[in-house]
């Protein structure tokens, strides 16, 4: 997969829509070797190769950065957390998944209130979705959640007054993730990944047809 034509754009949908919930890279091979790019060219396709391949280490990464910041904060803590949800919200994979666990566990004490929380089903014709699938979590729209999320964390960080010290920590953390995926060599095993991703993709649009 050539990363170098692939657009920042493609990027983002591509982490928007990869399954999340595959566990980080071992440390071993998340700091075995770096190397400076020669070109920009090389650079960029580096970079863009590094952030998807390892997506999961870059998350809990930040998080560890910002979480290290609000030790004595603790409503700066629950801010935080509903930001990152929120942000995690925007992956169709992780809100699909978070839905069938909230779903599933609602089951147990309420079957009644479980069905209600279902994804309204997408009218198919001449079989194909007569529109683009929406995400929905328990029900609702997923930008319901985001939005709700979003707007409980501001109202936090502005009582926490931990703003400006979040900025601070996210602004440390992107840094270390911009650092790393620029030095980090891409192995054999990251290009061979992506060229999979690529195949599995081919074949889900494939499918659709």
């Known amino acids: 997969m050539d990363w170098g034509n692939v657009t920042a754009e493609d990027l983002i949908e591509a982490l928007r829509e990869v399954d999340w919930s595959s566990p ?3 440390l071993s091979e998340f700091f075995s070797r770096f190397t400076v790019p020669r070109s920009y060219a090389k650079w960029n396709s580096r970079l863009k190769c590094n952030l998807y391949y390892y997506r999961t280490n870059y998350f809990i990464l930040i998080v560890l950065i910002v979480g ?4 004595r904060r603790p409503v ?3 801010a935080a957390i509903l930001t990152a949800l929120s942000i995690a919200f925007l992956n169709d994979s992780f809100a699909g998944t978070f839905s069938e666990k909230v779903t599933r566990i609602v089951r147990q004490f309420s079957p009644h ?4 929380m279902r994804p309204p089903l997408t009218p198919v014709i001449r ?6 699938r929406t995400i929905h979590i ?3 729209p997923c930008w319901v959640f985001v939005f709700i999320f979003s707007s409980v964390s501001f109202i936090l960080w502005y009582v926490s007054c931990g703003l400006l010290t979040v900025l601070w920590a ?3 953390a992107l840094l270390a993730t911009v650092l790393h995926a ?10 061979l990944n992506t060229f999979r991703e690529e195949f599995r993709a081919v074949w889900r649009n494939y499918s659709e047809l």
């Open 127 to 132: 079989g194909r979705p007569s529109s683009k």
């Open 24 to 26: 980080p890279r071992p």
């Open 113 to 116: 209130l479980a069905a209600k």
């Open 76 to 78: 700066a803590v629950l």
């Open 138 to 140: 328990c029900g609702r």
């Open 68 to 71: 290290l910041g609000f030790l």
């Open 182 to 191: 620029s030095f980090r060599t891409p192995n054999l095993k990251a290009r």
């Open 170 to 172: 996210l602004a440390i």
